[in-house]
DNA sequence: ATCGAGCGGGG
DNA sequence: GTGTACGCTCGAT
């Protein structure tokens, strides 16, 4: 038979006569769930040998590679001689096929030791991006599979094919009908406490999806609320998630942190109720990368939406904090309910409605995550399309894995092989690299007034392309009709890198397709403001940025300094000369870091402005382009602690003409920062930014100092909160905290890892810990400590920066000294 | 200057 | 899972 469906995710399995099967689960276009299985794959990496003349010798000796392990025995199946590149230059290789993908690490260590073998290539990609690339396949695009309907009763599907051939149709059909289900935990948790997994129950969750909703708990109590559902206890609350799960049947299951939070607490919690959490033959698996947390069910793809945000959507959403709250402030203009979430514990056992509050919160959470997910996946989709990943990799990747899997993809077309990941040492020794970067106009700090932003777009991209530059194309000397670069300072002497013309480069080459493919796009949307193109360009922007971070970035397959500082010094000469050419319009820059130029309109209209960047961006090369980013009306530039000429990092706030603050580089605002502190930087920069008030912020800052100094200010917001990491007893360094955790012990009270301790520092002599008491005990907080230590911290460079200097804060009754500040 | 520890997201 | 593991900032020493 034959039939189109949209893969979502893919696994493997292998079947009994040791053979690795690709599983491919998604949805017909009739809606139905569908799980394809393709056995016609075989894994298999390259080596390349010394010289041709051994070729003969060494595929005798390879095909003779085996070993057994758990009664299975893995071996070389078949090799092929075939012609491959590298970096442009051909050479020959062999393919080495071995009967399982995960024989592949051990005999390429096998076939390495070989006499007269160069290198191993190409063994380090997971099967089934392996066979997504080799197939020709894109996941969430339609395809079709040609078969035979098979038995599976242990794969929870409407329908089990096993492929006979299988291919991408080209198609304009979208995969809307996909199935999303968001949802969202709530555990038992006392206050100030942190819920901890071997002890606190679920208390409930929530599930929503298309027309459907619903909260699970397992308190009985009376509500008129239809989406509650009640079972008898946390056991039954468990077996219900798992059998909506089972019977909903997602293609995607969207929570927020879930890979940190969610699904690694309900595996625990099942754990202690025994209860198996089986999808589809396989447990839900909780692994780690690096200090985070990944959750996988087989078969439905899950989605932490968060890790998304934060790796790929901070960037240019910058916001101060990701919590749930802020980024749905952000991008659906809409709260979650207000209730602090330590207080569940008391309403869990209050009861009633109550109760039946926090079973609202957490809908709402759950209705939140959807409606984030509904924004989110289409860019998710469309990256998974670029470089042939399945979502669940793509949302957890960060830039520079998405540029590598694009161009590993790439590589396959271009004939390449593409190159090994560095090793130990040369790792270490790309992270002490250093060279000159991007272009700083450093600022005077201040307080100023009417402003305009310029951005480049795609500056990096766009330098790449139009030059040439690439790791094939660098030359090791001049050579004819080669582009040199501007000299660049390197251990204070003076380079110069060439790169060829008589060819294009492979990363200048794809990057270029992404950078027309984009336009194209931006065209259409001109026409029509199509989500899905947006999405689509989204995608292609993101790839496009990252490139030049990639050349830099250590790990990086195709790791070049020199492509790096090529593309940093040409970025310098664009943005200097616009800065020139502004300047000759008398245009004054108050501003400019790497590819945004910050000016002060002064006496000049905005069409003045327009009509420069428009006469700018008549002169630049193709695909590089000037953009207005907005005009504000207020701008503070702050001088940073420790400021260096080279060093020197963005640190500003500006209030954009609508009065919405934008503010950078400040510290982050931390929950070990008193209430205190974070209070008065905000109130300081508002005042500041919307008023022009520095008189007003300056006495402001007085008021709360004079306040602290008479004990006026209560003791709430003096409290500063640090978790406890580790048992009481376990620590070396015994920070302020940590005394306090003693002290809570001897009390009687129980502060497992994860408490949060909250203390104040009283009056007294010696190091903070001596003076740290419980909030409870404090008589009299240290005024000095609390003024010079976080009030200050958090507000100084902002008045130095407009003319005043931090001793008049504190001073008992200095005369203002308002210096010029307006420049 | 060095080093241990907390932060993030979630409750 | 054909795999690899954060980066920064603050306080104590």
């Known amino acids: 038979m034959e039939l189109d469906f949209f893969p979502i995710d893919l696994a493997y399995e292998?079947?009994?006569?040791?053979r690795a099967a690709i599983q491919l689960f998604g949805r017909t276009i009739n809606n139905e769930k569908i799980c394809v299985i393709d056995p016609n794959f075989e894994p298999y990496f390259y080596a390349i040998p010394e010289n041709h003349e051994l070729i003969t010798r060494l595929i005798g000796q390879i095909s003779l590679l085996s070993y057994e392990e758990d009664n299975s025995r893995f071996f070389v199946t078949k090799i092929e001689q075939v012609k491959k590149k590298v970096l442009r230059k051909e050479i020959d290789a062999l393919k080495i096929y071995v009967n399982h993908p995960s024989a592949v690490p051990q005999l390429k260590r096998e076939v390495k030791l070989i006499n007269g073998i160069k290198e191993i290539r190409e063994a380090d990609l997971l099967f089934i991006r392996r066979y997504l690339i080799d197939k020709n396949l894109v996941p969430s695009l339609l395809t079709k599979v040609e078969g035979d309907l098979i038995e599976r009763s242990d794969l929870n599907v409407d329908l089990v094919i096993r492929a006979k051939d299988i291919k991408q149709v080209i198609s304009t059909e979208s995969n809307e009908k996909l199935k999303l289900l968001a949802f969202d935990i709530e555990v038992y948790t006392l206050e100030n406490q942190y819920p901890s997994d071997n002890k606190d129950p679920i208390l409930m969750i929530s599930l929503v999806g298309d027309n459907f909703q619903k909260v699970i708990t397992w308190k009985e109590f009376k509500t008129d609320k239809d989406y509650i559902e009640f079972v008898k206890n946390e056991s039954e609350l468990i077996l219900k998630f798992k059998e909506i799960l089972l019977d909903y049947n997602p293609d995607y299951l969207i929570g927020y942190f879930s890979d940190g939070f969610d699904l690694p607490y309900i595996k625990a919690r099942a754990k202690i109720n025994k209860i198996p959490l089986i999808f589809n033959n396989h447990n839900l698996q909780i692994s780690t990368k690096g200090r985070e947390t990944i959750a996988k069910i087989l078969g439905i793809s899950h989605l932490d939406i968060f890790k998304f945000i934060k790796n790929i959507m901070a960037g240019s959403l910058r916001l101060d904090n990701y919590t749930l709250n802020n980024v749905s402030l952000e991008l659906l203009k809409e709260k979650k309910i207000d209730l602090r979430p330590d207080l569940i514990g008391v309403a869990w056992d209050l009861g009633n409605e109550e109760i039946e509050k926090y079973c609202e919160y957490n809908l709402q959470d759950s209705i939140l995550v959807l409606k984030l997910a509904d924004k989110i996946i289409p860019n998710i989709e469309e990256l998974v399309r670029l470089t042939s990943t399945p979502a669940?990799?793509?949302?957890?990747?960060?830039?520079?894995?998405?540029v590598e899997n694009y161009l590993i993809k790439c590589s396959k077309d271009y004939n390449e092989l593409y190159p090994n990941k560095p090793d130990r040492g040369t790792l270490s020794l790309r992270k002490t690299q250093t060279y000159q970067g991007a272009f700083v106009f450093n600022p005077n700090p201040g307080l100023y007034e009417n402003i305009a932003v310029f951005d480049f777009l795609s500056l990096y991209p766009s330098i790449i392309v139009s030059h040439n530059i690439c790791l094939s194309t660098l030359l090791n000397e001049f050579e004819e009709n080669s582009f040199e670069t501007p000299e660049i300072l390197e251990n204070n002497s003076k380079v110069k890198f060439y790169f060829t013309s008589k060819y294009d480069g492979f990363i200048p080459t794809v990057l270029k397709d992404v950078l027309l493919k984009r336009s194209k796009i931006k065209a259409l949307l001109k026409q029509n403001k199509d989500p899905i193109l947006e999405s689509r360009s989204y995608a292609l922007k993101t790839v496009a940025n990252a490139t030049y971070g990639y050349f830099a970035f250590f790990g990086a397959r195709w790791y070049s300094k020199e492509c790096a500082m090529s593309i940093t010094s040409l970025g310098r000469k664009y943005i200097q000369e616009v800065i020139e050419k502004a300047q000759s319009k008398n245009i004054k820059i108050l501003y400019a870091d790497t590819d945004s130029i910050f000016i002060s309109l002064e006496d000049k209209s905005k069409d003045f402005i327009k009509e420069f960047i428009k006469q700018i961006n008549i002169e630049l090369p193709s695909f590089m382009e000037l953009e207005l980013e907005n005009f504000y009306s207020r701008a503070i530039f702050v001088m940073k602690k420790g400021e260096n000429e080279e060093g020197a990092k963005k640190k500003y706030a500006l209030i954009s003409e609508d009065g919405?603050?934008?503010?950078?580089?400040?510290?982050?605002?931390?929950?070990?920062?008193?209430?205190?502190?974070?209070?008065?930087q905000k109130k300081v920069l508002e005042l500041i930014l919307k008023n022009k008030d520095i008189e007003g912020a300056f006495n402001y800052v007085k008021n709360v100092i004079e306040d602290i100094k008479n004990k006026k200010i209560s003791n709430d917001l003096m409290i500063i909160r640090t978790q406890l990491k580790?048992?009481?007893?376990?620590?070396?360094l015994i920070g302020p905290h940590v005394v306090i955790a003693k002290k809570m012990q001897d009390k009687g009270l129980l502060v497992p890892p994860g408490s949060v301790i909250r203390y104040i520092v009283e009056d007294g002599k010696g190091l903070i810990r001596d003076k740290a008491v419980l909030p409870e005990e404090s008589k009299s907080y240290d005024s000095k400590y609390y003024i010079e230590n976080q009030v200050l911290p958090a507000v100084d460079k902002i008045f130095e920066s407009v003319g005043y200097d931090k001793s008049e804060l504190i001073e008992e009754k200095?005369?203002?000294?308002?210096?010029e500040f307006l420049k």
Not at 397 to 402: R, T
Not at 662 to 671: D, L, M, P, Q, Y
Not at 814 to 819: C, D, G, I
């Open 814 to 819: 200095s005369q203002l000294k308002l210096k």
């Open 392 to 402: 669940f990799d793509v949302c957890r990747m960060g830039y520079s894995q998405l």
């Open 660 to 680: 919405k603050i934008k503010v950078r580089g400040f510290e982050t605002i931390r929950r070990d920062w008193s209430y205190i502190a974070k209070e008065t």
């Open 726 to 732: 580790k048992e009481v007893g376990n620590y070396d």
């Open 14 to 18: 292998t079947n009994i006569v040791g």
